[in-house]
């Protein structure tokens, strides 16, 4: 009789592990996926190595009519086609932030960063870009992202603009290094005008 106790105690203990490891799996899968910064693309607003979380599920309710919500979101994506093409595996996931949606235009000239015509002096990293492009209007389900380390960052001003279907969700908890613990800030505002 103990060990049929037992036994029913060792299953019924089998079965809510196994329920709770599908549930980590289906939140994991669908809701927040947790990830790490493998570059310095996005300095100085992530370091290299910490680890964020990503929320899977908000982009969901995006679609092509509200995409703005994701203006200046930073952003976690599969690796678009041009990367793919150039080697890339199709399922690397890349981080940037989304500088312009449908209908913005984006140029680079002279050092600054602008969107429709408007010079962007919210970060320090807006200007002593040591590049120039553009410009170009952005087409509609794409998304125009680039790293906070302008002028180091594989972005849409090398490959191109991002079609939004390849965006696996929002980054937005840094849980490592403890530090730095809570959620994802950019760094301090440029007192440009």
């Known amino acids: 009789m103990v060990n049929q106790s037992k036994r029913t105690t060792s299953i019924k203990e089998l079965r809510n592990l196994l329920i709770w490891v599908l549930l ?19 300095l100085p607003t992530l370091q290299i190595r910490d680890k964020i979380l990503v929320d899977k599920l908000t982009y969901k309710f995006i679609n092509k009519d509200n995409l703005s919500e994701l203006k200046d979101k930073i952003i976690v994506f599969k690796a678009p086609d041009q990367l793919v093409d150039a080697g890339y595996e199709a399922d690397t996931a890349l981080i940037k932030r989304v500088i312009g949606i ?14 429709n015509d408007n010079i962007q002096g919210k970060y320090s990293f807006d200007s002593d870009i040591n590049y120039s492009m553009g410009p170009l209007v952005i087409p509609n389900e794409s998304l125009w992202v680039m790293g ?12 191109g603009v991002l079609p939004f279907k390849k965006v696996i969700g929002k980054a ?3 849980y ?4 730095n613990f809570g959620p994802i800030s950019s760094p301090e505002i440029n007192n440009f005008n």
């Open 24 to 42: 980590a799996l289906i939140i994991r899968w669908q809701v927040v996926e947790p990830r790490w910064i493998p570059s310095g693309s996005m």
């Open 102 to 115: 449908p209908g913005d235009k984006i140029e680079i000239k002279e050092g600054n960063l602008y969107v």
């Open 148 to 159: 906070d380390n302008r002028n180091n960052s594989l972005d849409s001003h090398i490959w």
């Open 172 to 174: 937005i908890f840094r």
């Open 176 to 179: 490592w290094p403890l530090v």
